[in-house]
């Protein structure tokens, strides 16, 4: 008994894991009791459980096990996180359940297994228990089995898939165990009920007894119904309507929702691959001239095609072999087995054969001529299995043409094919039209003479008849005669059609009786929603089962399109609440007792240390371990959150922010804190702090209880500020979270802010409503129409500028699974965010009961004024409920009919209140759009304007609730046009034009536009002039959508007469048919003119909701701007007086957005077009200009003023973009560079006013994008700002002015650093006017933006502006002495070492303009930013011994991120070297990474960065100190070691001490090396250089090294990646130091080097990152910014000898490979000259090693990529390129492959497919062939240019015979001919000498006999200058040599003279170039300099030999005695 008493004090859970069985059975018990009571079935007391359930089912006691099988199906029933389950679960039971002794237990289970079943687990159910189908117990085996034929038997086959169990079937039957077999025949048996035949052809594979056996048991099944007997949870509704319909209604049930599908037995069958099966001579014997080989083809193929599935593939050669048989051979045996093989393949590719059907069924049609019957029979056979991969619409023209032709049979045939195909087709299929078409052809075969082709027809009309009903098919063939309407009648009456028609039952009375009553049956208003946000998308697959899954969808929505309601049923928290003695208690678990005590304590520095170690505390533990609660209740103990220290208080609030990112924090967390955290979002300190700790807190408790709480707790404030901060707060949070609030509620938050006496409170409000705004659209409006005017003006402002701006998508809340409240199912969460039907959040009235018939009659009465008071009560019914829902009865006929009142003002006022209606519906409008459009249109037509204008307005606002195809349908518009007044044309076509001109291709309904079309060609000519006009405006927006050939074909039905005027009108618009459809640009503009609300719900779907709401609000703008533009039209274009101008005006807006700028950039950069850059503009520039701006969509009024002769005009286009500048600025960016490069033409016009109006308009414009915060192009800059410059020397000051303004105003949008350049090259001009203002905006610039204005660096430019100052203008010199003051007040005194050596006079100028300068503003002298070098300082006048001086020490580049809110400086001196050189510490490494986190690298934020156009904050640096350079010099290991040539800059060459005992672990080493690499691609310097040291240390190691051997290709990528982040983002950024992108590129390139180095690592490289690394190399190579730099020329040496490198050592077929491709690339893309050069240049490396390496080549692969090459760029087409050397470089690699190859080479097209026809092949035939002379070394003439750049030995061994070869003579010809030109006469000197040399026998006499004699001895003399200064050059080269003995290294150019007195800076320069080769960083050369001055310091007078010291150096370093490797390689 006390044992009983004491497990019964456990918690249940612990009860039900308990050792005694009988604890065990009291924790089932009680569960099964507990389960059931739970409300909420995602309550956190489930989770608890979810873990213990396989325990549940597997426990071992059998008693307690029958109990636990009891709670467990509670559970199942009840838990939403059951489905977790399901699988564990279902694994226990059957192991340890279906076989139990026990018989309930068997029972228990398999109801737990369906109750898993019913809530959508089935699959993973299925799955567990064939799993028990391979058990070795035959009793599991068999109860398996048993289980699956009981879930088949009650859920039928869509839930229990038998199309696993069929391949499993073969095996239990044969099983030897007889109970097995029995179950697995009887669920065999079970499955042939539910699918029946389908499962026959299955059973081949069966023993004869047991298919006997089977088909017995088959045949006493009969036709026994199958019915469903158990439902899913989302088949619930279906549940609940069978058991409320009776037995006679069954039936009916059964075809709404049938319960035995029909399956087909395809979907079983396995496909068969027939294409690997045909011979391969197949194509060749189908197609050859004897008919017996085509004969032989198809019986091959006719078995194969008979297989019952194919499998996909490439089909195409095959269906053209066949087609070209059936439709062309005479053989008719052939071409009837070729019918039969068609036949087989549509019927084995079923759907997959669709691409070929229609061009089978023309073929097919046509060959019915055909009259032998066997021949006949097969192709129908074929047509009607090709007929099942089409249908009957798709195929109507073909058809329509084969019932037209000539040929009697061909009419017969295709009739009874139509027969034939109508059986397999329903209601649906048939709409109006089709039906039309079918039906006037068969009508009219009806009466054909041939009775064949009359029965015929009248079989299909019949078909048609029953599958379409006598009501739809007597409409068109009501005209019959009676006799074949008999006809008709019978052939309907045989008909069996195919498929099952429902349509007729679709028309019941008993529905539409039920339908009011589920809308008001839920009293739960929370069910209403998730419905609709299920129909949203948001959830597909889930249901409503009832009010718990009503629940559970309205949480999944959270966030989403369910948001509101999500706001509104938040579960109850379950977590427990603690009092502050418990709170301390667990706190005290996990901190110290001094924190916890300390927290509290009155003295605030004793709090900030506590509160400090509370946050260092919870960061270092587990989620898992962290108390939250009690945390949190601990840091809120008083003084808490109302810390009146501003330091501890924000401590407090980082620490909470922690808790709430990094733990379960949940609402009772949330609910101790928010108060005071609201109280302190009017801190001024720590204000936005709390505003983050806010957010994330409702990212951790959901923001649909945060937010509400907070505006709450808010408004309970007196504080106004802290109202205020709250409703911005909140505004934020929407943005963040995206829309997931309840509106209702913040609305009346608003409201109540915008009652608010504070106008800051206020502000805020409308601020909030634009936010939600942007959700909501135009509904919002409604909620605040009882506002006061002024306000509802402001609203209405802030919703303006909101119009056309897109929602952003949620950043935040993304991931609700973190928080215990948010513990949903895994299947339920999702990755991104939901869709948000804003339309689902509105509440909705159903106004049905008001809308009485009596309300109806009284509309439709006789007397005026009772209509008239119906209207009215309609119209207040509607404002009453504001929004309404769908069922509104007879309401839209009524209103329909009223809009046609002949009282005018009840047509007035019904058409008001449709508008109203369309509010107030909603997307509700779109059922009733067919009954109440009609009204609007007959409305047009009235003769009154005010009735025309208002049916204009409502018929908008409804095509804004429903979309344009919804309204444009069923021929309403058609049958309008039809019978229409010239009013209601005109006016029609007119608004039909202005819709569809914007409307996306799928938005609108073609068939109703083709069906407008003929009256839009009658209105063409029609008598009225508006409709011609409205009619010639609609042209060009109906050929947008149905094409120039679609609206030609509707010519055929214009008369004659006419045709002539309706094709000039269709070639008039044809020229302006937009190249693509405009919808894809607005879309990727982002939405930018706001139109277009189903073209932007269309492209982005996360937001089609919002979008359509704000569509509403954009049509609104734009009606409203409709007028204005027109007014613009009129005052700028004029309103013509005749009728021609009034129809030629362009009323298209006068810049349109699209996104072709970016095109336009592309284009220029690769030089497809002409580059903005001229002295004066050109015609071909205009022309150019032109163009572009057609293409763009310019108004074409506006191009006509803009390039008008007459400067008014051009007055006139600047005032109307003035004017449109405001209303349209997105065009305005999206054409700006269009507009200023019209305006810089404008700038050389002549006369001033055009000039200053483009400057006022050019001011307003840079104002406008500045305030939108665009980004100037570079393409705007470079052809803009030129122009502009050349404005500052402009004699007017009204232009000089603004020009100044406006280079002031392009520095807000554009980099300064970018435009000082400009500013540069206007000192250049002549005009001193504008070199005195370029001078005075470079000071501007120095003194707003500081010295990184001054490019390409501040030496250079301050230089140039130092030249000035001797300007003989007086305004210039001021100017540049005033730039350069301001250079003083920045720099300081060093100042006068960047401006260089001046002369005496300047100097004293600049430097008195500095002392005057100086009086007034304080020199703000900076420390130096970087160590200077020692200066060397020669010997002078005074006769001192040169010597190297050491500057005093200086900081040392230690860089450090400077941390937002730090100070004080950072405590200690570094202790060692490595730290002194810029080591970080590892706590440095970015702090907010989270050290626990798995590695993981970022390539998209990688390529972000790469792509960033510097918009992103970069990290801001600062310079702290080193030590003295005693410490530097005396520091031993200064140089480095022989071990580390190229260590990374900055840091010491020391490695660390490894042990040679500890050895790595190979996977901890490999995670260590992906850590470390990942690091290498960061954007962070310091992280990047520590990790590539880190690699140096391990690739120094030689066994260390090979563990990198597999991670070579991603250190490769990444080290390309911050290559081009270096190359594109940090080189451009004026901010960013520029040494830093040199350490940088040294560190990379060493980092490479060594992996070269070293052939097993080399070697790894593939093909594909070879090629990136090579492109980006060489990109550095070209970079020019580079060479401008210090110490770029070494860079680019070093990375010159790096791609050497990568071509000498890396595996040589990836590299060659690599090259080949790059070669191709570069040639396709139109790269730069230099690019290709020197990719051309490596692929002459490659040639030149090719025969020393041909063992490692991969043969097949190169001839592939020049196979590749020669096919892209084919030899034809080099002709007209500016140079062939890429193709000569091509032929050289082939001719070097052919001599080291020989024939052997032809054995290597493997990789080349149809290689016997390819140039490649060819060119290697004629070379092979060619015999190799002597004359050109086995290289063809062709290729002379290209072998000679490439094979330097060969020069030496040519020999030319007596008789020059051809090559020989041209080549002697050009340099001929470049010593007659002035220009080139001694480079052809030149090469005559070098040709002389090489061809010694060459006789060039035959050259000179025709020319002077006074040429002849001008070339003789020329020959023997060259010679002369060859041979001088060659004796100061062997002079050198032997100066230096033995010394042929690199450092041997070193000149060390033997006297004293030297200059020692020639010697160093010297020795910094060398070793730069080398790839030493200059930094070992400065401290070589000191130790020579240390040696000379400490020396007694004796110097120390400086060429000693340099032999030891070069010693100590191993240089390569190889000069050939820093010189000869040199790209």
Not at 134 to 143: E, F, G, I, L, R
Not at 309 to 319: F, I, N, Q
Not at 1944 to 1965: K, W
Request: aromatic residues 6%.
């Amino acid at each position: 008994m006390e044992e009983d008493t004491e497990y019964l004090k456990l918690p249940l859970e612990d009860r039900c894991i308990h050792k005694l069985w009988k604890a065990r059975l009291s924790g089932y018990e009680e569960c099964t009791k507990h389960f059931p009571k739970i409300v909420d079935e995602r309550s956190p007391e489930f989770n608890k459980f979810a873990p213990l359930m396989k325990k549940f089912v597997t426990d071992s006691n059998a008693v307690a096990q029958e109990k636990a099988l009891e709670a467990v199906l509670a559970y199942v029933e009840n838990a939403h996180v059951a489905g977790r389950t399901a699988g564990d679960v279902t694994n226990g039971i059957v192991q340890k359940c279906l076989a139990a002794p026990k018989r309930g237990t068997q029972e228990k289970a398999l109801e737990v297994i369906l109750m898993y079943c019913e809530i959508e687990k089935y699959e993973v159910v299925q799955e567990e228990l064939m799993k028990g189908f391979t058990q070795k117990n035959p009793k599991v085996v068999a109860a398996s089995v048993r289980a699956v034929t009981t879930a088949l038997r009650e859920f039928g086959p869509k839930v229990m898939n038998p199309k696993p169990l069929i391949k499993q079937m073969h095996t239990l039957l044969e099983d030897r165990d007889k109970n097995v077999r029995e179950e697995s025949k009887k669920m065999v048996i079970e499955m042939y009920r539910w699918i029946r035949q389908a499962l026959k052809p299955q059973m081949s594979s069966l023993k004869p007894v047991q298919i006997q056996e089977l088909e017995a048991e088959f045949d006493k099944l009969g036709n026994e119904k199958v019915v469903q007997t158990r439902f899913l949870r989302s088949q619930q509704d279906l549940k609940a309507k069978m058991e409320a319909q009776g037995d006679e209604e069954e039936e009916e049930d059964e075809e709404v929702e049938p319960d035995a599908p029909e399956l087909d037995p395809f979907e079983f069958m396995e496909p068969v691959d027939i294409l690997s099966k045909l011979p391969k001579d197949f194509y060749e014997k189908a197609e050859a001239t004897k008919w017996k080989d085509r004969k032989e083809a198809v019986d091959l193929l006719l078995p194969l095609t008979q297989n019952p599935k194919l499998e996909s593939g490439d089909y195409h050669d095959l269906m053209k072999v066949l087609k070209k048989i059936i439709g062309k051979d005479s053989n008719v045996m052939i071409v009837a087995v070729a019918a039969q093989c068609l036949t087989g393949l549509a019927k084995g590719l079923k759907k997959k054969f669709s691409p070929f059907a229609l061009s089978f069924t023309e073929t097919i049609l046509e060959k019915f001529k055909e009259k032998k019957v066997n021949v006949v029979s097969a192709l129908r056979d074929a047509i009607d299995a090709v007929f099942q991969a089409t249908n009957i619409e798709a195929i109507q023209e073909t058809v329509s043409g084969a019932l037209a032709n000539k040929n009697p049979q061909v009419k017969a045939e295709t009739a009874a094919f139509l027969s034939r195909a109508f059986c397999y087709c329903t209601p649906t299929v048939f709409n109006k039209k089709l039906l039309k078409v079918y039906i006037t052809d068969l009508v009219k075969t009806l009466n054909e003479s041939d009775p064949t082709v009359r029965d015929n027809s009248a079989m299909a009309l019949g078909v048609m008849l029953k599958v379409v009903g006598e009501k739809q098919l007597m409409v068109f063939i009501g005209e019959v005669e009676n006799l074949k309407m008999q006809k008709i009648k019978e052939a309907a009456d045989k008909a069996e059609l195919k498929v099952k028609i429902s349509a007729p039952k679709a028309k019941k009375p008993a529905p539409k009786k039920e339908a009011p009553p589920p809308a008001a049956e839920p009293p739960p208003s929370t069910t209403a929603p998730p419905k609709k946000v299920i129909k949203a998308g948001v959830k597909p697959g889930a249901s409503s089962a009832g009010p718990a899954k009503g629940k559970k969808r309205l949480k999944g929505g959270g966030g989403g399109g369910g948001g509101g309601a999500g706001g509104g049923v938040l579960e109850e928290c379950t977590e427990a609440e603690l009092s502050i003695e418990d709170a301390v208690e667990k706190a005290s678990e996990v901190l110290p007792e001094d924190v916890v005590s300390g927290v509290t304590d009155a003295n605030w520095k004793t709090r900030l240390a506590a509160v400090e170690s509370f946050g260092n505390t919870i960061q270092t533990l587990d989620r898992s371990e962290i108390p939250c609660q009690a945390l949190v209740r601990v840091l809120a103990q008083k003084p808490g959150f109302k810390d009146n220290n501003f330091q501890v208080l924000k401590l407090r609030l980082e620490a909470l922010k922690n808790l709430a990112e990094n733990s379960d924090f949940t609402r009772r967390s949330g609910e101790v804190c928010i108060q005071d955290l609201v109280e302190k979002l009017g801190d001024p300190k720590n204000g936005s702090l709390c505003g983050e700790v806010l957010m994330t807190i409702a990212e951790a408790a959901k923001l649909q209880w945060v937010g509400p709480e907070v505006m709450t707790r808010a408004f309970e404030q007196k504080s106004p500020k802290i109202q205020e901060m709250a409703l911005k707060w909140l505004s934020d949070a929407i943005t963040d979270f995206g829309f997931v609030l309840q509106p209702k509620a913040l609305i009346g938050d608003i409201k109540k802010a915008l009652a608010h006496t504070n106008p800051g409170v206020r502000t805020a409000g409308i601020s909030l409503c634009g936010t939600i705004y942007l959700y909501m659209g135009a509904t919002l409006r409604v909620f605040f129409e009882d506002e006061k005017p002024a306000l509802l003006q402001q609203i209405d402002s802030e919703f303006e500028k909101m119009n056309g701006t897109s929602p952003p998508a949620p950043t935040r809340g993304l991931n609700r699974g973190s928080s215990t409240e948010n513990d949903d199912d895994a299947d339920d969460v999702d990755s991104g965010p939901a869709v948000i039907n804003v339309q689902d959040l509105v509440p909705r009235t159903n106004i049905s009961d008001q809308l009485t018939s009596t309300l109806f009659t009284e509309l439709a009465d006789k007397n005026w004024k009772v209509r008239n008071e119906a209207l009215q009560k309609v119209s207040n019914i509607i404002s009453e409920a504001k929004f309404i829902k769908g069922d509104i009865s007879e309401l839209p006929t009524a209103l329909c009919a009223r809009m046609m009142d002949t009282n005018k003002n009840l047509a007035l006022e019904a058409l008001r209140l449709t508008a109203s209606l369309s509010a107030a519906l909603g997307p509700n409008c779109k059922p009733h759009t067919r009954n109440i459009v009609p009204g609007m249109l007959a409305a047009l037509g009235d003769s009154k304007q005010n009735i025309r204008q208002q049916a204009l307005s409502t018929l908008n606002s409804w095509v804004e609730q429903t979309g344009l195809k919804e309204t444009v349908d069923g021929e309403v518009f058609a049958d309008a046009l039809k019978s229409g007044s010239p009013f209601l044309k005109s006016e029609l076509f007119l608004w039909m034009a202005e819709k569809l001109k914007d409307a996306p291709p799928k938005s609108v309904n073609k068939e109703e536009l083709h069906a407008c079309t003929q009256y839009l060609f009658m209105a063409l000519e029609d008598r009225n002039a508006d409709v011609r006009k409205g009619a010639n405006e609609a042209v060009l927006p109906f050929m947008i959508h149905l094409g120039y050939d679609g609206m030609v074909k509707h010519t055929n039905k214009v008369k004659p007469s006419s045709k002539n005027t309706v094709m000039q009108a269709l070639e008039k618009a044809k020229p302006n048919l937009p190249a693509k459809p405009q919808p894809k640009p607005k879309a990727a503009a982002g939405g930018g003119t706001g139109r277009g609300a189903a073209a932007a719900a269309a492209e982005r779907p996360q937001a089609s909701a919002p979008a359509a709401g704000r569509g509403a609000a954009a049509g609104v703008k734009k009606g409203l701007r409709a007028p204005s533009a027109t007014r613009t039209y009129e005052r700028y274009w004029g309103s013509g007086s005749s009728r021609k101008d009034q129809e030629e005006v362009d009323t298209s807006p006068l810049l349109q957005v699209n996104n072709l700028k970016q095109q336009r950039a592309s284009d220029e950069q690769r030089l497809r077009v002409l580059r903005w850059d001229f002295t004066t503009p050109r015609q071909e520039f205009i022309t150019q200009l032109k163009d572009q701006m057609t293409a763009a969509g310019l108004n074409r009024q506006l191009m006509s003023n803009m390039f008008h002769q007459d400067f008014k005009f051009h007055i006139k286009a600047i005032d109307a973009l003035n004017e449109d500048l405001n209303s349209n600025l997105p065009a305005c960016i999206a054409n700006l560079d269009l507009v200023l490069k019209w305006l810089t033409i404008r700038f050389f016009d002549t006369n001033p006013s055009v000039i200053m109006k483009a400057m006022d308009y050019l001011q307003q414009v840079f104002q406008c994008v500045s305030e939108e915060g665009y980004h100037l192009l570079d393409l705007e800059a470079y052809s803009f700002l030129p122009f502009l410059v050349t404005k500052f020397g402009d004699p007017k000051d009204a232009i000089r002015g603004p020009a100044r303004n406006i280079a002031k105003l392009i520095c807000n949008i554009y980099p300064a650093s970018k435009v000082s350049p400009y500013m540069m090259d206007g000192l250049k001009a002549k005009n001193a006017r504008q070199r005195a203002e370029c001078l005075e905006a470079m000071g501007n610039l120095i003194e707003v933006y500081g010295m990184s204005v001054c490019q390409p660096s501040p030496g250079v430019a301050l230089k140039e502006i130092a030249k000035q100052i001797a300007d003989r203008d007086n305004s210039v010199r001021n100017a540049a002495l005033n730039a350069l003051v301001q250079v003083y007040f920045r720099e300081g005194e060093k100042v006068f070492k960047l401006v260089g050596n001046l002369s005496d006079k300047d100097m004293s100028l600049l430097e008195e303009r500095i002392k005057r300068a100086a009086k007034n503003r304080p020199v703000i002298k900076k420390p130096p930013v970087e160590p200077e070098v020692p200066t060397v300082r020669g010997g002078g006048a005074s006769g001192r011994a040169n010597r190297v001086i050491p500057t005093p020490a200086q900081p040392a580049p230690v860089i450090t991120r400077e941390r937002e809110g730090a100070d004080g400086a950072t405590g200690g001196e570094q202790s060692s070297l490595l730290k002194r050189f810029g080591m970080r510490n590892q706590q440095q490494q970015q702090s907010s990474a989270n050290a626990n986190a798995p590695f993981k690298i970022d390539y998209g934020l990688i390529e972000k960065l790469l792509e960033d156009n510097d918009t992103t904050e970069r990290p801001q640096y600062k310079i702290e100190e080193i030590p003295d350079m005693n410490s530097l010099l005396n520091y031993k290991p200064v140089c480095p070691t022989p071990a580390s040539r190229l260590t990374r800059p900055g840091f010491t060459a020391t490695s660390r001490p490894v042990s040679s005992g500890a050895q790595i672990d190979t996977e901890g080493a490999a995670q260590a090396i992906n850590l470390v690499i990942s690091q290498v691609a960061t954007p962070d310097a310091n992280t990047v250089i520590t990790a590539l040291s880190q690699l140096d240390e391990v690739l120094q190691s030689e066994e260390r090294s090979t563990q990198l051997a597999p991670h070579i290709d991603q250190l490769l990528i990444l080290a390309t990646l911050q290559y081009r982040l270096v190359l594109n983002t940090k080189m451009a950024n004026p901010n960013v130091n520029k040494e830093e992108c040199i350490k940088i590129y040294r560190s990379l390139t060493n980092c490479l080097m060594m992996i070269f180095n070293n052939k097993q690592l080399g070697t790894q490289a593939t093909r594909d990152v070879l090629r990136d690394v090579v492109h980006v190399l060489i990109n550095i190579l070209l970079d020019p910014r580079l060479a401008q730099l210090e110490d770029g020329p070494q860079i680019i040496r070093a990375i010159n000898v790096l791609v050497v490198r990568i071509v000498e050592k890396a595996q040589f077929t990836h590299v060659f490979s690599a090259l080949l491709k790059l070669l191709h690339e570069s040639v396709g893309s139109g790269g730069g000259c230099k690019f290709t050069e020197l990719v051309m240049k490596c692929n002459w490396k490659v040639i030149r090693i090719l025969p020393t390496r041909s063992n490692d080549l991969d043969l097949d692969q190169i001839l592939l990529d020049v196979h590749n090459f020669l096919v892209a760029y084919p030899v034809n087409t080099w002709a007209e390129r500016p140079s062939d050397t890429p193709l000569r470089t091509i032929k050289t690699v082939i001719h070097t492959l052919c001599k080291v190859y020989g024939t052997n080479i032809l054995s290597h097209f493997s990789k080349i497919e149809n290689a016997q026809g390819s140039e490649l092949h060819k060119y290697l035939t004629k070379t092979l062939k060619k015999p190799k002379t002597e004359d050109d070394g086995g290289v063809g003439d062709s290729n002379r240019l290209a072998a000679a750049q490439v094979t330097s030995d060969s020069a030496e061994s040519v020999k030319s015979p007596k008789r020059l070869s051809k090559t020989a003579h041209n080549t002697l010809s050009e340099i001929f001919r470049k010593i007659g030109s002035k220009e080139n006469t001694k480079e052809g000197l030149i090469q005559l000498y070098e040709f002389k040399q090489k061809h010694p026998e060459a006789d060039i006499e035959p050259f000179l006999r025709k020319s002077s004699q006074f040429f002849q001895n001008y070339i003789e003399r020329g020959l023997k200058r060259v010679e002369m200064e060859r041979q001088a050059e060659g004796k100061v080269a062997a002079s050198q040599a032997s100066e230096n003995g033995s010394n042929s290294g690199p450092l041997a150019s070193i000149q060390v003279p033997d006297t004293a007195n030297f200059n020692m800076n020639e010697l160093v320069a010297q020795f910094k170039s060398i070793a730069a080769r080398a790839g030493f960083d200059n930094t070992y050369i400065d401290t070589a300099v000191k130790d020579i001055c240390s040696a000379e310091n400490k020396g007694s007078g004796e110097r120390l030999d400086i060429s000693e010291y340099i032999k030891t150096l070069s010693s100590d370093y191993g240089i390569e005695q190889n000069k050939e490797q820093f010189s000869s390689h040199d790209q």
